[in-house]
C-alpha cells in the first residue's frame, strides 16, 4: 500500500505540476523559460520530491526504485544493442505512420509535418544544444525512469506475483547422462509464461502507459511518437527486468535519446549519409557495427566463462 501510495502520489504531482506549476512562478521568470526548460524544472523537483517520498515511506526505497549498481559487462551490452533498438523503433514507428504521413505531405507539404511537432518539437530543434543534450540525455531519463521503471513497474510486477505465484518446482527424474538430451524447444516454451510472471506483464503495461503519455503531438508524427515511446518502454523494461536496475535502463534510455536528438538536429545527417524513412544512414550503419561488436563480447564473455 505504501508503495502504491508513493506511485500514485509521484505521478498526480507530475501531472499537475506540468499543467498548473507556471501559475507558482514569478511573472517575470516565466516569461522568460521556454517549454523545455520550464518541462526540465518540473521533472528535476517531481523527481526530487518522488525521492524524499520513497525515502520516508518504503522500508527499502532504493531496492523499490530498482536503484541498484548493474554489472558493468551487462551494461557494456546493453549500450552496444542500443543503436540497434533506437535504428529498428524508428524504422517500425514510422512504417506504422507512414501512411498518415504521406497523406499530411500531400496536403501540407513538409512544413506543414514538421508544424504538426508543435512548440516542443520547435524547442528541440532550435534550443540551444547544451540545454537540449541535458534534458534529452539526463533530466528526461531519470525522471522517467525512476517512476516508470522504478516505483511504477515494482509495483506492477509484485501485484502480478501475488495474483500469479509460479508454480512449486516440481523434481525432474534423473536421467543417465548422455541418453536424453534437453529440449531447447521446451525449455523455451516453459520461459515464456515464466517471463510473463516474473516482471514480462508490468513491462508490458508499463511500455503502454509510457507511449500513452507521449501522445502530446497530432497526426502522423504523433503516431511516430507514441511508437517510438512504446518500443523504448518495451526495451528499458526489458533491461530493467533482465538486470534489476533502472540505472541500466537509464543507460538505454539516455543514448536512446541522444540519438534521436542528433537526428532531429540533424547531426548526423550528411549528403554522403542522407536519411532513409526519416532515419539516418550513418546511425544504420553505427548500429551494424555494434551490432558485431556485441556479437564478439558475448562470444568472448562466453568463452572466458567455460
Not at 507539404?109 to 508544424?115: A, F, L, S, Y
Not at 536424453?180 to 510472471?197: D, H, I, N, Q
Request: a positive charge.
Amino acid at each position: 500500500m505504501r508503495l502504491l501510495l508513493v506511485v500514485v502520489a509521484w505521478g498526480v504531482t507530475g501531472r499537475l505540476l506540468a499543467e498548473y506549476g507556471v501559475h507558482f512562478l514569478p511573472l517575470a521568470v516565466a516569461s522568460q523559460m521556454s517549454l523545455q526548460s520550464y518541462l526540465a524544472l518540473v521533472n528535476v523537483v517531481v523527481t526530487a520530491f518522488g525521492l524524499v517520498l520513497s525515502v520516508t515511506l518504503l522500508d527499502r526505497p532504493w531496492q523499490a526504485l530498482g536503484v541498484t549498481a548493474p554489472r558493468p559487462a551487462a551494461v557494456a551490452r546493453i549500450l552496444l544493442a542500443t543503436p540497434l533498438i533506437y535504428v529498428a523503433v524508428s524504422y517500425a514507428a514510422v512504417l506504422i505512420a507512414l501512411p498518415s504521413l504521406l497523406a499530411e505531405l500531400r496536403s501540407h507539404g513538409v512544413e506543414g509535418v514538421r508544424q504538426s511537432t508543435g512548440e516542443f518539437g520547435n524547442q528541440v530543434v532550435h534550443s540551444p544544444a547544451a540545454l537540449a543534450l541535458l534534458w534529452a540525455a539526463l533530466i528526461a531519463p531519470a525522471a522517467e525512469e525512476l517512476w516508470f521503471r522504478g516505483a511504477l513497474w515494482t509495483l506492477l510486477a509484485d501485484a502480478v506475483r501475488r495474483v500469479r505465484p509460479g508454480p512449486a518446482p516440481a523434481a525432474e527424474p534423473e536421467l543417465p547422462e548422455g541418453v536424453v538430451e534437453r529440449s531447447r524447444v521446451l525449455e523455451g516454451a516453459r520461459a515464456v509464461p515464466r517471463w510473463f510472471r516474473e516482471g514480462g506483464i508490468a513491462t508490458l503495461l508499463v511500455a503502454a502507459l509510457f507511449a500513452v503519455s507521449h501522445a502530446d503531438t497530432p497526426g502522423g508524427m504523433g503516431i511516430v511518437r507514441v511508437v517510438s515511446a512504446a518500443g523504448l518502454g518495451i526495451a528499458c523494461g526489458t533491461v530493467r527486468q533482465a538486470t534489476g536496475s533502472t540505472v541500466a535502463a537509464f543507460a538505454l534510455h539516455a543514448v536512446f535519446n541522444t540519438l534521436s536528438l542528433a537526428t532531429a538536429r540533424r547531426w548526423v545527417v550528411t549528403s554522403l549519409f542522407p536519411t532513409r524513412l526519416m532515419v539516418p544512414t550513418l546511425l544504420s550503419l553505427l548500429a551494424v557495427f555494434c551490432l558485431l561488436a556485441l556479437a564478439v563480447l558475448v562470444v568472448f564473455s562466453r568463452k572466458r566463462a567455460r
